[in-house]
């Protein structure tokens, strides 16, 4: 069974540029959860869709946004970037919102200059 | 807030050692408890999970325990190996908002 992809892998962009990452999750697994990871502060949760609709979301500001779509494949929104938002971007899918094992890509490496 | 502290930082030991990682969540309102590996530069890949009912988890060398009550999680690597170097992270899964959150992790290295 083909693991959960995130595409690009990597992108550059200038502050004040917007981006749009993706994420595939695996076949049938319907949970689909973003991450921030950045060497500060670890990996920080962003937020969590479910059958469309986003079920939580993390302490990120409104220029973080994302959507799910109905074959659960997500997308994830950053606008007006700033320096501070280079990181890599993990996205993770599960079956279920509570129980299940989160399975993560291999994520998207975004450097803003 | 739930907060999930990882002890120690960094370990280093020799090939064939016994080894036990720590994690500790200070709310015990969790729906389960993952611990994670991470190898420079990639992605995480799932190692075991634990439900809140349950007290441990095992897979080949690794074994995982939970201690809901004390907000303790033990990952437990037998044998070491240097393939095992990596930075092994502990996950809790929050009841209150239905959050994933992570610990800073441990960065193990197995010497050869």
């Known amino acids: 069974k083909a693991g959960v992809t995130q595409t690009p892998r990597y992108l550059i962009k200038t502050r004040g540029q917007q981006v749009t990452l993706s994420c595939s999750p695996i076949?049938?697994?319907?949970?689909v959860s973003w991450y921030q990871q950045t060497p500060g502060q670890g990996l920080q949760f962003l937020f969590e869709y479910f059958s469309e609709t986003q079920r939580n979301k993390g302490n990120f500001p409104g220029r973080f946004s994302g959507r799910q779509f109905s074959n659960s494949r997500s997308e994830m929104n950053v606008s007006t970037l700033e320096l501070g938002d280079s990181a890599l971007y993990l996205c993770?899918?599960?079956?279920?919102?509570?129980?299940?094992?989160?399975?993560f890509g291999p994520g998207t490496r975004l450097t803003v200059l | 807030k739930q907060e999930v502290t990882q002890i120690p930082a960094a370990l280093s030991v020799p090939e064939g050692e016994n080894l036990v990682l720590n994690c500790s969540f200070t709310?015990?309102?969790?729906?389960?408890l993952q611990w994670f590996r991470q190898d420079p530069g990639k992605g995480l890949t799932s190692l075991l999970l634990?439900?809140?009912?349950?007290r441990e988890q095992t897979s080949g060398r690794l074994n995982a325990s939970l201690d809901k009550s004390s907000g303790r999680s033990t990952l437990y690597i037998a044998a070491s190996q240097p393939g095992d170097s990596a930075t092994y992270l502990c996950a809790v899964k929050d009841t209150g908002g239905f959050k994933t959150i992570f610990g800073a992790g441990t960065r193990l290295f197995v010497k050869a």
């Open positions: 076949s049938g697994h319907r949970s």
């Open positions: 634990i439900q809140s009912s349950q």
């Open positions: 993770a899918s599960s079956l279920d919102l509570f129980t299940d094992t989160q399975y």
């Open positions: 709310d015990s309102a969790i729906y389960n």
